[in-house]
Structure formats: structure tokens, C-alpha cells
């Protein structure tokens, strides 16, 4: 009896070679811009205790009240799968005691888990390649992490691209803000405008209303008071210098003052980038300062700001933007022989020279193999044979004999 059989879980993406190979150009266009701006990458665990994240996202968040996994394991420990980077990262730097040089500037690409309803671009598996700057208040800190995901999402070759702002004030602006908030909402909680999860959330932390993607809970929040129209001297000096630092460097942004953002550790500066026509899952990029986050985990008291971007919904968006797929690199080289030891060993030396090269598998006869070496795109054929080694340039068709064993020779030539 055939077997039933068993497909990738929800949310899931296979990653295929030829799906692999646009994740690493785009990482490794992240990373070189990284080495240009200074960010040294780090790794943390895939799984930490879950306390880490309901203290540093929130526990009146979507990701910590709907969308972690977690388990608990032998020991009785309660784990979830990492959600998000930054408070995982803020946990490393506090636990190595790595905030006496500062600023700290680090960089990191890592797989993340949410448990949402799968979408084109809203995934339960996911990766975020990220950066985060520890120890500056300066709104150049903001204005530098926002320039280098401006450049490194340009340089992939994202051309639609929209970058929003807001500031979200400190603590202390942001509770006469929220005392207005409360009070412009209770009528519309009381007429049944808003969903189940903002009531309930209103006592607790009404910001969420803001950010609440239900539509009559949206139309709710556009008519809100301004976060803008509360902020301190302090805040609204270092937003003005947030936007003068991003016009100094040519960042053309919109200022959005319903912008929240759903991780509860943001003050000050929250941003986005959306690409092309920019609907939730258009989103590639987010982040925001966190001043408060270091301290509110058992740590020192140190700003910190940063940003991540989904890696899937940055291939989306080159797509979008007309970007071709990246064809697998084709041989440089390859090996024939009729006899398949002379072959191995051929292929095995000019691989060991660092050259791609390719040889039959799969029993062809030599005439046959030359054919799979100009199929499979090689620019040279090498034919191993008793006697030496010939070698043919595939585009022009000259050949060249060589001694039988001369590997370094044929690598020196094709490599020329
Ligand atoms: P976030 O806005 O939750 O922020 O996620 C950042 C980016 O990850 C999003 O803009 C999106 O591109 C991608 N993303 C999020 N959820 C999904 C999903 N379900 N499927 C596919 N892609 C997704 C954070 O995670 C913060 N840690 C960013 C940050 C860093 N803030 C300061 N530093």
C-alpha cells in the first residue's frame, strides 16, 4: 500500500536553489553594507525563555499574546521560538557585558517564528537580517541605521520604495498622550466600533488600537488624537533632528502620525519601509529606537536603535521592481574520460585547485560526456586519457594538449 504523503507545515517556504540563492545575494548585500557602516554581526539562539520576550516585546502584543510558539521542555522550562531579534540581541549584550565600549553596533541574520495566518509575504518561518547601534541618543544614530537600510534595500534593487516616520515620544510624553487616547476612544468602544482585542487591550495598552489591522478599529484610529501634538521639548527636538540628519543625507521620508508599530519596547523613533504599492505585507523593513529595552530586561540603562528586514519580502519587492532570478554558476571545467577513475582523479585535483569542475555520474560513454560538458555550459572540456590530457575551449573550439597528471597547468590555463 502506497504511502500517504507528507507535505511542508503552514507558513513554511522550502528553500529551493534557486530561492537560496536570491536569500544570499540579498544577505550578502546586507552584510557588505554592514562592514561599510560598521556593524559586526553576532548570533543568538533560535530558542530563548519566553520571559525574554513578553518582558521585552510586551505581553499585550500580537507577536507575545498570539503568535509565539512556545513550549515547555523536559525540564519543565517555558521556551519559545524566537519571534523577533532585537530583544534576544539586547539579552546577549547585557549577558557578555559587552556596553562598556560604546556604541556598540551589531549586525545579525536569523530565522524567526510567528504563528500568523500564512500570506503571500507573511510567513510562520521567516528570516530578518538586521542592526542594531547601542549606546547613542543622537538622532544621527537613527538617521544612520535608517540610511544604511535605505542603501542596502536600494542596492538589492528595490526601486519603490517609501520610507515613514514618527516619533513616538519617552515615556513621560507618551502618558499624557495615552490619557488623551483612552478618552477619545471609550465612546467608540462603547458603540461597538472596535474589535474584542482592542476593548480588551484598552486598559492595558491602548497604543495597540493604533496599530489594530481589524477595518472598523482602523477607521477609528485615523481620527485619533496626534502623538506629535504631545511630545516634550526633549522629544520633538530629537525628532526634528531625526528628519534634519535624514535631509542632510538626501532620505526622502513622510511623516506618519498614526505610525506605532506592534513591539511595545519603541520610544521615540518608530520607521518603516514599504515597497511598491505597500500594503501590510508590503512592509520590508521596520524598526525604531528602544532606549528603555536594555533596563526593562535587568540590564544597564542604554539607548539603543535599529531596524530589520524580511528577507522574503525584500525578494518579493526585487521582483516587483523587475529584478531577473541569479542563474547557478555553470562549470568552469569539464572532466571526460573513458575511464572513470581517470576522471575522479582529474576532477578531484582541479576542484582541490579551487576550480568548479564537473565530471559524469551517470555511466555516459565519452562521446556522451562531451555532449553533457557543452549541455551543462562549461567553458572547457579536459579528456583524461592514457596518454595526457587534452584540452578544448568550448567557445572557441582550440584545443591544446598537455602531459598526462599537468592539473596545475590545465588549472593555469582556463583559470587565465
Ligand atoms: P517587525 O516589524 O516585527 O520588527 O519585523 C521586521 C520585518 O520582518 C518586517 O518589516 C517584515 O519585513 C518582516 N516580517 C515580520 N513578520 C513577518 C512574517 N510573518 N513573514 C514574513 N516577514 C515578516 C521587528 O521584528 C523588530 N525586531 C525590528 C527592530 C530591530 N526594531 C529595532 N531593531
Redesign the pocket.
Not at 283 to 288: H, I, K, L, Q, R
Given at each position: 500500500m502506497a504511502s500517504s504523503r507528507i507535505f511542508a507545515p503552514r507558513g513554511t517556504q522550502d528553500g529551493l536553489p534557486g530561492e537560496i540563492r536570491m536569500k544570499r545575494f540579498v544577505e550578502s548585500v546586507f552584510m557588505e553594507h554592514c562592514r561599510c557602516y560598521g556593524y559586526h554581526e553576532a548570533h543568538t539562539p533560535v530558542f530563548e525563555y519566553s520571559e525574554l520576550f513578553e518582558r521585552g516585546v510586551g505581553p499585550v502584543t500580537d507577536?507575545v499574546e498570539k503568535e509565539m510558539y512556545t513550549f515547555t521542555d523536559k525540564h519543565g522550562e517555558r521556551l519559545a521560538l524566537r519571534p523577533?531579534?532585537?530583544a534576544a540581541l539586547a539579552r546577549t549584550i547585557i549577558e557578555h557585558d559587552l556596553t562598556k565600549d560604546l556604541p556598540l553596533k551589531l549586525s545579525y541574520k536569523i530565522t524567526?517564528y510567528?504563528q500568523?495566518n500564512p500570506a503571500e509575504?507573511?510567513?510562520?518561518e521567516?528570516h530578518?537580517i538586521?542592526a542594531?547601534c547601542y549606546g547613542s541618543l543622537l538622532p544621527q544614530a537613527d538617521s544612520e541605521v535608517i540610511t544604511l537600510a535605505y542603501t542596502a534595500l536600494r542596492a538589492m534593487g528595490i526601486r519603490d520604495l517609501t520610507l515613514n516616520i514618527n516619533s513616538l515620544g519617552c515615556q513621560s510624553c507618551r502618558t499624557s498622550y495615552i490619557n488623551a487616547l483612552v478618552r477619545y476612544l471609550l465612546p467608540h468602544a462603547n458603540s461597538g466600533e472596535l474589535c474584542s482585542t482592542c476593548v480588551s487591550r484598552m486598559g492595558r495598552s491602548p497604543l495597540r488600537v493604533m496599530d489594530c489591522k481589524n477595518p472598523s478599529c482602523r477607521e477609528v484610529a485615523k481620527k485619533a488624537p496626534k502623538l506629535a501634538d504631545f511630545l516634550c521639548d526633549d522629544c520633538r527636538d530629537h525628532y526634528e533632528g531625526v528628519k534634519a540628519s535624514l535631509d542632510a543625507v538626501g532620505i526622502p521620508y513622510n511623516e506618519k502620525n498614526h505610525l506605532i508599530?506592534?513591539?511595545d519596547y519603541y520610544e521615540r523613533t518608530v520607521f518603516?519601509f514599504k515597497a511598491g504599492e505597500g500594503g501590510a505585507n508590503g512592509?520590508?523593513?521596520?524598526?525604531?529606537r528602544?532606549d528603555g529595552l536594555c533596563a526593562r530586561l535587568g540590564g544597564p540603562n542604554i539607548p539603543a536603535?535599529?531596524?530589520?528586514?524580511?528577507e522574503?519580502?525584500a525578494i518579493i519587492a526585487m521582483r516587483e521592481s523587475g529584478m531577473e532570478e541569479i542563474p547557478p554558476e555553470k562549470p568552469l571545467v569539464y572532466v571526460a574520460s573513458d575511464a572513470p577513475s581517470r576522471a575522479s582523479r582529474g576532477a578531484a585535483r582541479l576542484r582541490g585547485l579551487g576550480v568548479y569542475a564537473e565530471r559524469d555520474l551517470m555511466g555516459l560513454g565519452l562521446k556522451a560526456q562531451i555532449k553533457a560538458a557543452k549541455d551543462c555550459g562549461a567553458r572547457w572540456l579536459v579528456i583524461t586519457g592514457e596518454d595526457g590530457i587534452r584540452l578544448t575551449d568550448l567557445k572557441t573550439g582550440a584545443e591544446q594538449p598537455m602531459p598526462t597528471e599537468a592539473w596545475d597547468d590545465v588549472a593555469r590555463a582556463i583559470s587565465e
Open positions: 507577536i523577533e531579534g532585537t524567526c510567528r500568523e509575504g507573511r510567513l510562520r521567516f530578518q538586521g542594531e508599530r506592534g513591539l518603516e512592509t520590508v523593513c521596520g524598526g525604531g528602544y536603535v535599529g531596524f530589520a528586514i524580511g522574503e519580502r
